[in-house]
């Protein structure tokens, strides 16, 4: 099983980027999808994640900007991020529980850079 991600980039304070990450292999079921961002200095900290049933969970300092989604058909999820603040520049990374041939199991994909310039 592979993580995917794409979408980051630089942007200027209140523009929007849209970060996708979609899951390959041999894949049973995809529990929980999300993000979570680490910036310099600081620890992987969870930004939003939706389960498969589509419940959301933000941490605070997102909620109301990022809209987390998912297509279970596709097996993605995506994060829309609005109003960016350049305290929201970090590395992404994208995170799935997924249910495969060895189990259920925490996977992450390679981190994508978000830059929010003031």
């Known amino acids: 099983v592979q993580l995917q991600a794409s979408g980051g980039g630089l942007v200027q304070a209140g523009g929007s980027l849209t970060l996708s990450c979609a899951a390959s292999?041999?894949?049973?079921?995809?529990?929980?999808m999300g993000w979570y961002r680490q910036a310099p200095g600081e620890q992987r900290e969870l930004a939003a994640t939706?389960?498969?049933?589509?419940?959301?969970v933000y941490t605070d300092s997102v909620k109301g900007r990022f809209i987390v989604s998912r297509d279970n058909g596709k097996n993605t999820v995506l994060l829309q991020m609005n109003s960016l603040k350049p305290e929201d520049t970090a590395v992404y990374y994208c995170h799935a529980v997924i249910a495969g041939p060895t189990g259920v199991q925490n996977y992450w994909g390679q981190g994508t850079q978000v830059t929010v310039s003031s």
């Open positions: 939706i389960s498969g049933g589509g419940s959301t």
């Open positions: 292999g041999t894949i049973f079921k995809i529990n929980r």
